[in-house]
């Protein structure tokens, strides 16, 4: 088929991001849709999926996922990455990182028993997956780029009853011991120490709040949209507004995506501020803009392949 580049270019255009990391984030779109990949030749289910998982009646997750697919046993959940890659940064070290973390057993939990919508849309969508199946891919910022992972079969994971039971609990546990924290009102959640300055980067919150003592009162400015959730996270956009209202605005209700399960393991109290306040947000990062760029770009790409086959399909029905 023939690609719209136009297309392409104005999702680009179309976001709020500094001209680098729109230029760079086009490359890397550039490259991606240069090659043969296995999800090309696949029915394409939907692209850029927000998805709603209750997982008891106070706690919901949500997320984003890059693109569905159907495989030869069933569908399959993409996501994609971008990497930066170096002696200590590896293709195994980012494997390792990626799959031991919370967001693939989340996604696998999703394609379980989630309810998916497309953007634009609020038809509900339910793949209802007994093995769920995550595919993973990264493309390296280095000139050329490259693909992660190397081996197409260390790319696919699948994940069976006792692995969602895990990841289930997990995240229930975690919103447990937030609710406990929210009525102790009790703050800091967590105090100082080595992941103040992880990765030789000191905590954005360090300076002007933790160092100092002072530990904002945040939840109180709260409405039913913030949720008590990150409003730069993804899936604050694509999948929190389909959320009742009515569920929003109970005070017991935890709203968890991976990423904010991962920022609550590395410090609760930067959780607590990042997901209570309107005001305070997850810095950003030239290498955030540029996997924002890249999933604009290739999202498009996909979305214009989906048009296609169902362009096909109905035509074959005519």
Partial sequence: MKINQDKITQAILDLNVSPLAAETGAALADHWISE??????????????????????????????????????????????????????????WLKDLVNG????????????GTYYEAGSFAPVQFLSPTPK??????????????WPRDPEDSTYVFDAAKLRSVEAGFRARAEAIRALRRSALTPWELMGSHCFAFNKVCQFFDKHCSVSHHPSVLEAQDATSARFDPSDPAS??????????????????????????????????????????????????DLEIGTVLHAAIGQFYSQIRDEQRTISLDMCK
Wanted: charged letters at 25%.
């Fill in 134 to 147: 995550i595919r993973v891919r990264a493309i390296t910022k280095t000139n050329p780029p490259a693909f």
């Fill in 36 to 93: 043969d990949h296995p999800e090309i030749h696949e029915k394409i289910l939907g692209v850029e999926m927000g998805f709603v998982l209750w997982l008891d009646d106070k706690t919901v997750a949500i997320g984003v996922q890059d693109l569905v697919t159907e495989g030869d046993s069933g569908p399959i959940g993409n996501e994609w990455k971008t990497s930066s890659a170096s002696k200590w940064w590896t293709e195994d070290r």
């Fill in 237 to 286: 956009h694509a999948a929190l507004i389909h959320i009742p209202e009515d569920k929003l605005n109970d005070p017991d209700l935890v709203v968890l995506s991976a990423s904010s399960y991962k920022t609550g393991s590395n410090c609760m109290e930067q959780y607590r501020i990042i997901s209570g306040s309107l005001a305070e947000k997850k810095e950003s990062s030239i």
């Fill in 102 to 113: 919370p967001q693939l057993g989340l996604y696998a939990l999703g394609l379980h028993r």
